[in-house]
């Protein structure tokens, strides 16, 4: 059995009150969000309150109000994840705010690992590893260095408990403070529905350790949660429009974060862990792999330098702070209890 690591010198000895945020958009994740609740529910150490919003969705709203044991809160903001995620930080209780997609299931030591890291007060933020499960299988060109696609962890990232740039959406938490001082989640950065675009948590991330030099985003890799990828996620189509989205998004992380910052991470990757993945897949005749290898590093390539060149989106105000609307300090959505 999985044991909750003890605190360390310098450290304080009470965790901290946890509330976990699952945001979602539609019936047709019906099952996947009933297994993520059904996880939180199972978690050894429960969550304090779980919430979850519903971007712009009444009939799921209406599903799940006769559900025990969740606040359930519709978001306000302009439909998107940003703007859910942001309704839950301003909804949300507990001292640190924990974020799990609704198509993921969370180990059931998620919640005691994530919380155990926070008991050293330099760690403003902690994440772990996502694990994929492919509904019909990997397809034989897809290439695990490139699971970053379907939100997964890769190859290459970091392993072993350590101080890390960014999480990943699926599997992240922050002590609620913090996130409401920054502003929450940026608007112009994220999904809407389906779209293919992201690193709105990378962007958070990068401006929580710009605001706080010294203290820590830290990765726990016992904190594992599973991410459910669908058939429609397993086809050439949706790899090709996520690699071109990932670089258009970072193109606008850079914008606000600056491009060392920005892209530190993905020289690594570049660098290193796509050159010997290529060599891997050609040494054991995969081509089509080394081909997807290839082309999907193209394509963010691509994508990142059409997102420089375009034009900046400007928040509705005329601001450049954050698009998102900042968390008060106190919750400013009603939150139904059942």
Known sequence: MNTVPKPGPGTEERSPT?????????????????????SLQAQRLRPDETVVVVDHCPELTA?????????LVESPEEPGVSGARNTG??????EVVAFLDDDAVAAPDWTGRLLAAYRDQRVIGVGGPVESWWETGRPDWFPPEYDWVVGCSYPGALEATGTVRNFIGANMSFRRAEVVAAGGFRGDLG??????FGCEETELCLRLTA??????????PAAVVRQHVPPARATWRYFSARCYAEG?????????????????????YVRHTLPAAVGSALRAGRLRAAAALGTGACLAAVGYTTGRLARPVRPADGSAAPTGRPAPAGPSVTGRRT
């Not at 930080?89 to 507990?94: D, L, N």
Request: glycine share 6%.
């Open 18 to 38: 946890l509330s976990v945020v699952v945001c979602s958009y539609t019936l047709d994740r019906w099952e996947d969000l009933c297994a993520a609740l059904d």
């Open 248 to 268: 258009r998004s970072k193109a606008v992380v850079a914008r606000h974060a600056g491009t060392r910052s920005a892209l530190s991470s993905e020289r690594r």
């Open 191 to 196: 999904r809407i529905g389906t779209s293919p």
């Open 211 to 220: 605001r706080h030099p010294g203290r820590e985003l830290r990765y726990e």
């Open 89 to 94: 930080v301003r909804t949300a209780r507990g």
């Open 63 to 71: 599903r799940l109000a006769d559900r025990p044991g969740l606040r």
